[in-house]
């Protein structure tokens, strides 16, 4: 079934890459202001320097039915619980509330900036219920001096996995993909216990595991670093983006740390059809993307712990006619994220850990299909995505595979104004531990509405 998935997965990919569509191109949307504006139809040179204040609030309620395991006062099924809290099975929550300003500093629009803001309950301000308010995710500049090479600097979204790097806001789909979710939005350690052999954690013995607790933020697909960027056109329709940025390793955390360096790199060749802008832009892009950093930290007070980072994928996207269709793959190696640990043996309550695999032999993948359309243009589309996740590949004990299949339709109210409802099919396996499978057959489906509000 594993490679039924991943030659479909690529199938699609490549059918994209042949078909004249286009796809929002991330890099300048955010890291750029226009060079240019056309009002009244009249093209000029943009100067227009008033800050442009914007800002959405995304609300939702979740309910969960799988079931919960408490094992002596431990909880064992955290992927039954509702992120980021992970306490309840449902509820409503404020999962984002963000607030930004963005524009040019100079007259002749060589130096622009953007800065955003959240105050939501989310993994960025509040992860695993443990209240460590970041709220300043964006804070970045941008020259514009040298042709064909924009130099930004700050705290940005790196430039990565579609998924991650799009505007969260114009997604119909309310959770992230499985993969996305674990291997790219990274949690941080700083400190940990272990590491265990793989025997006292589920998996090989020749797998490390290690335990961190919360302190930090979420990454957010964001960094702190310098990159180098830019879109250059071949003809009318035809650019091709790049980007190189090297990054501090520490996400949107406000620590610093001068040994986890991270390089990214990307490229994507786009496609204009012409008409509809940002999201809604009516191309094709086909993109390759990657990262390759150290990770580091404290293993049981004493002793300095150094691993590899590695992630990387290939995808495609394609907008036209009403119809979107996306297709992903992704890599990770090195540290695997494994997910959250109850460490409080009272039943009363939990204090979650995060568990990890560290080592350079150890390797997950995954990826995702989503197809939407909209039955009535621009107010009411209906979409479906398939993701997958197979976790610690090298491991046969510690093999972890996910399906989740999500279904969905969305009223937009105006523009990205909107409200979805999502259904989630979910399914794990443990191929070689038969005593993870009977916590994973606990996994049950989720539904899920949200409301987006963007000012």
């Known amino acids: 079934m594993k490679r039924v998935s991943k030659t479909a997965l690529l199938s ?13 191109d991330w890099l300048m949307i955010q890291g750029s202001e226009p060079d240019t504006i056309a009002p009244q139809g009249v093209i000029v040179p943009n100067r227009n320097k008033t800050p442009k204040i914007w800002g959405f609030a995304q609300i939702n309620y979740m309910k969960d039915y799988g079931s919960v395991v408490v094992t002596s006062g431990k909880t064992t099924t955290p992927f039954s619980l509702l ?19 963005r524009g040019m500093a100079d007259d002749d629009n060589m130096v622009n900036y953007f800065i955003m803001t959240d105050f939501g309950n989310n993994g960025i301000n509040n992860l695993a219920n443990h209240n460590t308010p970041t709220y300043l995710t964006d804070a970045s500049v941008t020259l514009k001096y040298i042709p064909n090479a924009k130099i930004r600097a700050g705290r940005f979204k790196y430039p990565g996995s579609e998924e991650g790097f799009q505007a969260v806001y114009f997604s119909p789909y309310i959770e992230f993909t499985t993969m996305s979710d674990q291997q790219l939005n990274e949690r941080r350690i700083t400190q940990a216990s272990g590491p265990q052999t793989g025997s006292a954690a589920g998996g090989a013995v020749n797998t490390n595991y290690t335990s961190t607790s919360v302190t930090n933020p979420v990454g957010a697909f964001r960094d702190t670093g310098i990159e180098i960027f830019d879109t250059i056109a071949f003809n009318d329709t035809w650019t091709l983006s790049y980007a190189y940025m090297y990054g501090s390793g520490t996400g949107i955390s406000n620590s610093t740390n001068d040994s986890q360096g991270t390089h990214y790199g990307y490229l994507a060749l786009e496609d204009s059809f012409g008409g509809g802008k940002g999201f809604y832009a009516n191309a094709m892009k086909l993109y390759v993307w990657g990262q390759d950093g150290k990770r580091n930290f404290i293993s049981n007070g004493t002793t300095k712990v150094n691993v590899d980072r590695k992630r990387y994928g290939i995808g495609a996207t394609y907008y036209n006619h009403g119809l979107r269709a996306e297709a992903e793959y992704m890599v990770a190696e090195g540290m695997i994220y494994q997910g959250a640990k109850d460490v409080d043996a009272n039943a009363l309550s939990t204090d979650w850990e995060f568990q990890f695999a560290t080592g350079s032999q150890n390797k997950a993948n995954g990826g995702y299909i989503n197809l939407q359309y909209e039955l009535f243009p621009h ?65 049950g489906n989720r539904a899920e509405i949200q409301l987006t509000y963007v000012f």
Do not use: H, W
Request: aromatic fraction near 12%.
């Open 12 to 24: 699609l990919i490549l059918f994209n890459s042949c078909i004249e569509i286009n796809a929002a």
């Open 83 to 101: 992120s980021p809290n992970v306490d309840s099975q449902s509820g409503f929550n404020i999962a984002r509330a963000r607030l930004a300003v």
């Open 379 to 443: 107010k009411f589309e209906v979409f479906g995505r398939y993701d997958f996740s197979n976790r610690l590949t090298n491991d046969t004990k510690g093999e972890r595979d996910f399906k989740t299949t999500t279904l969905g339709m969305s009223y937009r109210f105006n523009g990205p104004t909107r409200i979805d409802f999502n259904y989630l099919i979910r399914e794990a396996k443990a191929p070689g531990n038969a005593s993870a499978q009977t916590l994973l057959d606990k996994m």
